[in-house]
């Protein structure tokens, strides 16, 4: 944000050097990231005398060229060669001496340097008005008094402002600071905390008057929430021009270009008080000025030409007949004021932040006006701003103030209470603060001290403060007056050590981190936001009720997410499209869904695999990453954090073509699967892709409930043997598992599935699995009897429940 030095001095006249004003607006946390020298005259003139033109001949080389001879004081004449066509003996004119420094319209700086032009020698110029930047006339070089002497400096004949502007870092919170009367306001409490004298002005409204009420407007706000007050004042027989001088140097030192006298004295408010107003040609406004919602996509053409589609949410000051603003963002094209403006309606209002941000960003806009509303103004200065300017334009553009101030307000929230005690205020500093002192500070803060008591004090905030709500916020205005320099520093070092507990989720996702990465993952990050269409991929998915953004960037990026999946899919297709299709990928992150009671968001872990499990070489068979692998990963995270009693079924989930879903002591805690081809068709991806989908909340409740047992390596041997079981295709290996650990608990310690035949030979409907039991006990060596017997149970099972034979 930019400041007017001296601007800012109109309020406040601190007996400090401008060095250490621009220091403690630092120390104050206004930082001052910069300053920079203004000059309404660019080059201020120097090096510009009066001339005397002593002869004038024409040029024996050009038409268009004149030689003369010109006085500038010194103790011989100068040759200088002019186009102008009004040069003339006799005339005093203004003459840039050589080695001075010009500047042209759009500020390129170009130097006077002896040379000549067509054969003839010229020792300088003599400059028309559009040369020395004094207005924008270049028919001919400007003509001075003749009573002047030659060589008076023409800076001494021409009011020229020097100012500094100043770049402050402002911080979104201070909206207060926002203005030339915020950042002043700043410095005089300062200025009372360090005793540094100074002088505070303040303008005042005293000679606004209202000289007729021939021209009365009428306001019907129908959105009082989006608008909880708008006022304004309509002036009649205005002369629309240029701004005075002193009104364009003000707009000029903060780098704004003057546009009339009209428009130019809105934003000089807007700057000094923080207080955005618009003007709108009253001449052009049918009716009454309604301030409403307009349907979806109606059009309107704001100030910059272009048409815009209006969402039913955007708040509009219009007529009877059609809109003509977006409020508190931009103006309409046909509404404004021109040139041919005699008539103005001055609006002045307290729009809702959250409905102008909402509106400004749909829209793309971002102008000084949304800037401040947005963040936040002060509700109780509009009516005084809407005075102060009216009187500036009744002042420079003549007319008269033609109706009463217009209302329609709704009551004011309360002033935020606080009590802070000043145990609570040492605590939080580090060292303590005489009570006198705090109070001090409070009082230029402009905060309202209701009762003090021997605890603390209690207090009002001002409505302008609107960052200002707790107790921690008081402190902290405390501490920026007070000065972070001024509390002391200490020898020795303090730390706060946390009680360390291992069964958090953090060390929990750690740990499967950890894991993962061990088994050769690599970790994604992806956006939460998300397009919404990706959920209609999957019926059940866009059955959940989704998460819309209210002000998305834009369609694709409008929706919170409600699986993963999609982000693991995003990440697989950029890699494939880059020729990077061998892929296993990670990511732990949050998806979400709208409830009876508002949203709910739950945590989990994908993990994505495609392409080849191994690098490609002369001794290695390539494997693929298939279903089985993923199967493997997810049982061997799950054994790691202590998971047993792990069931399997058949996953419903669609996004799969053929799923899993592993449950421990019946809480499903995965779903795993091949994706479905629809689904990775959507992407561009020509290749397999398994994918799981953990649910960290469940895994985080199992995974602590689990004692870690450490058990001895065994001391006796184990023994293996093997069925080779003919059975119906709809028999799964894992009702083969379970039923044989029903049969055998002890001494049976594993079961595997070493062989799957489908084909020859085999009858109809049958496939053959073979199947490896171990055997072990960790108290004695295992005879073929003890072993024998449990396979012939094993054997009568599986002929009992399943119809299967040896073979």
């Not at 989720?505 to 894991?515: G, R, S, T, V």
Request: negative net charge; aromatic residues 8%.
């Amino acid at each position: 944000m930019k400041i007017s030095y001296n601007w800012m001095q109109q309020f406040i006249q601190a007996e400090l050097p401008i060095e250490e004003q621009l220091d403690l607006l630092t120390d104050l946390g206004l930082e001052v990231e910069g300053n920079s020298s203004f000059e309404s005259i660019p080059g201020s003139l120097a090096g510009v005398v009066v001339g005397e033109v002593l002869t004038c001949e024409q040029h024996p080389d050009a038409d268009r060229l004149k030689v003369t001879t010109v006085n500038i004081g010194e103790e011989s004449s100068v040759q200088i060669v002019c186009g102008a066509p009004n040069v003339a003996a006799g005339q005093k004119v203004p003459v840039a001496t050589i080695g001075t420094t010009l500047y042209t319209a759009d500020g390129e700086a170009w130097t006077i340097k002896k040379g000549k032009i067509r054969g003839e020698a010229s020792q300088g110029m003599i400059c028309a008005e559009d040369e020395l930047g004094l207005g924008s006339d270049h028919d001919g070089i400007m003509v001075l008094d003749e009573k002047l002497a030659p060589g008076t400096p023409c800076a001494t004949l021409f009011p020229i402002e020097q100012d500094q502007t100043i770049e402050i870092g402002l911080t979104p919170n201070r909206s207060d600071a926002m203005s030339h009367m915020g950042v002043a306001r700043d410095l005089k409490a300062g200025c009372i905390q360090r005793n540094i004298p100074y002088q505070w002005n303040f303008p005042n409204t005293n000679a606004f008057k209202v000289d007729n009420t021939s021209l009365q407007i009428d306001v019907i706000v129908e959105e009082p929430k989006m608008a909880p007050s708008y006022s304004g004042i309509t002036l009649s027989g205005l002369e629309v021009k240029d701004s005075p001088s002193w009104l364009q140097n003000r707009l000029k030192a903060i780098g704004l270009s003057p546009i009339n006298n009209i428009v130019d004295v809105t934003n000089y408010i807007l700057h000094e008080l923080g207080q955005p107003l618009h003007a709108f040609d009253a001449d052009k406004i049918k009716g009454k000025v309604l301030v409403k919602t307009l349907a979806k996509d109606t059009p309107f053409t704001t100030l910059d030409g272009v048409e815009r589609k209006l969402h039913q949410e955007d708040l509009m000051i219009c007529d009877e007949d059609k809109p003509l603003c977006i409020a508190g963002v931009f103006g309409g094209l046909n509404s404004g004021v021109s040139k041919e403006t005699k008539r103005i309606f001055l609006e002045c209002a307290y729009f809702d932040a959250v409905s102008v941000r909402k509106t400004a960003k749909r829209h793309g806009l971002n102008t000084d006006a949304s800037f401040r509303y947005e963040r936040g103004i002060d509700p109780e200065i509009g009516e005084f701003a809407l005075k102060r300017a009216a009187f500036l334009i009744h002042e420079i553009a003549g007319g008269e103030i033609t109706s009463d101030i217009i209302r329609v307000k709704q009551p004011l929230k309360e002033k935020v209470s606080l009590f802070i005690q000043y145990e609570r205020i040492t605590k939080v500093l580090g060292q303590e603060i005489p009570k006198d002192e705090l109070i001090n500070i409070l009082n230029a803060l402009e905060i309202e001290i209701i009762n003090v008591t021997e605890e603390g004090f209690s207090m009002t905030i001002p409505r302008y403060r609107v960052d200002v709500t707790r107790e921690a916020d008081v402190i902290e205005e405390i501490l920026r007056i007070y000065g972070y320099n001024n509390i002391d520093s200490v020898n020795s070092m303090k730390t706060f050590y946390p009680a360390f507990n291992l069964k958090t989720p953090h060390i929990l996702e750690q740990n499967i981190a950890k894991k993962l990465v061990g088994l050769g993952f690599q970790e994604v990050m992806n956006n939460s936001i998300t397009s919404p269409k990706y959920a209609s991929f999957s019926k059940q998915l866009d059955e959940i009720a989704k998460v819309n953004l209210l002000n998305p960037l834009g369609q694709e990026l409008s929706q919170l997410r409600s699986s993963l999946l999609f982000s693991s899919l995003e990440v697989i297709a950029y890699n494939q499209n880059r020729q990077r299709r061998d892929l296993k990928i990670y990511e732990f992150g949050k998806v979400y869904r709208q409830i009876e009671k508002g949203h709910q968001e739950d945590k989990k872990i994908a993990l994505a695999l495609c392409g080849r499990a191994n690098k490609e070489a002369w001794n290695t068979d390539t494997v693929t990453n298939d279903i089985y692998r993923l199967k493997g990963t997810v049982y061997s995270l799950l054994e790691s954090l202590g998971l047993d009693a792990l069931s399997e079924e058949v996953s419903d989930r669609d996004i799969f073509q053929h799923g899993l879903c592993i449950s421990s002591r019946k809480n499903a805690v995965v779903q795993l699967g091949s994706i479905a081809s629809n689904l990775l068709k959507e992407f561009s991806i020509d290749q397999e892709v398994v994918y799981a989908e953990f649910d960290f909340d469940a895994l985080y409740q199992l995974a602590f409930k689990m004692d870690l047992i450490v058990t001895p390596i065994p001391k006796f041997p184990s023994s293996r043997r093997d069925f080779a079981l003919l059975v119906d295709q709809e028999v799964s290996f894992e009702a083969l598992k379970e039923v044989a650990q029903k049969v055998e608990r002890k001494i049976l310690t594993q079961i595997n599935l070493f062989d799957v035949y489908e084909g020859k030979n085999l009858p109809a409907g049958k496939k053959s699995y073979g199947l490896s039991f171990l055997f072990a006990d960790p108290h004695k060596t295992l005879t073929d009897k003890n072993i024998d017997k449990v396979m012939q149970k094993l054997k009568n099972s599986f002929e009992k429940e399943f119809g299967a034979e040896l073979r």
